[in-house]
């Protein structure tokens, strides 16, 4: 126990000491952070067994204070979560299949979405909310795993983005073709989900933090989609419908015009933000 409590000791040591200068990287670029090498050995020994976990959380508590461009979760704190990786990162699982097991979840939500406007099966509607959620907890753990055993490579900025791109498509095009949706705003939705996230990219490239504000980023985007889903599982089809004086409209298209008006904010936010970031 005295060994482990001296690697804690020294994880919470040398992750303050480098001030974010020998392992900080992009956010979720190339995986968030990295430690020293030093720790990794403590966080693969199988001689450490159960205490994997209190080496991980000592490290998750630090990491996050030294890194200005980590998206703020608050759900890394949790338990759960520090347990989650604390398991994969003992298991060697890659950072990079994390994300990509992230974006197929939304892949099939997506097609569960398209089905409902074909088949009335509730259980469609739950597999889409279950997919949305699961993809934003793989995208939380894809870099607490990567900062837990310090797995950081060049390609890490490609299987963060680009996954996360296809998963926005994959959920507002289903969602365009869902019961009740509208393809054109699906679309729409589709094209400024990414382009609030070229934004951000646009302003780091040009110097300024990573801007993750909203009202409508990804983790608001996805809470839209899974509470209407939700909703639609438990309700009747009639109940699906918002009459307007004499013009209706189906439950998920008027997410898609929030997520739509949203975004457009969101955008016009991270562009000030950055504007002023770089004066």
């Keep these: 126990m005295q060994t482990i409590l001296s690697a804690s000791f020294k994880a919470s040591n040398l992750v303050i000491a480098s001030g974010g200068q020998e392992s900080v990287h992009s956010s979720r670029g190339s995986r968030r952070q990295g430690l020293p090498a030093s720790l990794v050995p403590s966080l693969y020994s199988a001689h450490y067994g159960d205490d994997l976990l209190s080496v991980a959380s ?16 608050a759900t890394r704190n949790r338990k759960w979560a520090q347990s989650s990786t604390a398991w994969l ?31 009335d099966y509730r259980i469609l509607w739950l597999i889409a909310a279950l997919g949305a959620q699961l993809r934003l907890t793989a995208n939380m753990l894809d870099g607490m795993v990567a900062i837990a055993s310090s797995r950081t490579s060049k390609a890490g900025e490609l299987y963060n983005e680009i996954p996360d791109r296809i998963s926005d498509a994959a959920v507002f095009i289903g969602a365009g073709f869902a019961w009740g949706g509208n393809v ?57 419908i918002i009459t307007f004086n004499d013009s209706q409209i189906g439950l998920m298209a008027l997410g898609l015009v929030m997520i739509v008006v949203g975004c457009i904010i969101t955008v016009i936010r991270r562009l000030s933000r950055i504007a002023h970031a770089l004066k």
């Design 184 to 240: 054109t705003l699906g679309y729409i939705a589709t094209i400024l989900a990414i382009f609030t996230a070229y934004v951000r990219a646009a302003g780091k490239i040009a110097g300024a933090p990573n801007e993750f504000c909203g009202p409508m980023a990804k983790q608001h985007r996805m809470l839209v989609i899974t509470l209407i889903c939700v909703y639609a599982a438990i309700t009747p089809r009639s109940w699906q």
């Design 89 to 119: 990162a003992s298991r060697n699982v890659s950072p990079n299949a994390i994300s990509i097991a992230g974006m197929s979840t939304c892949i099939v939500a997506g097609i569960a979405l398209g089905m409902t406007s074909i088949a």
């Design 58 to 73: 000592t490290v998750m508590e630090q990491a996050p204070s030294n890194s200005i461009d980590r998206r703020p979760i």
